[in-house]
């Protein structure tokens, strides 16, 4: 199984959130966690939370590069 990789710009979504969130700092804390700043996309509220590997595998991951699939995602999930 390849590692998931969290980077700035991303857009992540899961049970860790009660919104999709957009990646804007990523650190690392340590061999396993990372301190990463993120921002709702619907609130814009900023939140800074520290994520295991494990917190990360649970997680979907889009990059900017789909940014379609991202805004058709997002938009069926407001609609719900």
Do not use: H
Request: charged share 20%.
């Amino acid at each position: 199984m390849t590692k998931k990789i969290i980077n700035p710009s991303q857009i992540l979504t899961g049970t860790l959130f009660n919104e999709p969130m957009r990646v804007e700092t990523v650190r690392a804390n340590g061999p396993d966690t990372w301190i990463v700043g993120l921002v709702g996309t619907q609130s814009e509220r900023f939140r800074s939370v520290t994520l295991t590997s494990r917190d990360i595998e649970a997680l979907t991951i889009f990059d900017v590069t789909s940014t379609r699939a991202v805004a058709q995602t997002l938009f069926r999930k407001t609609q719900i």
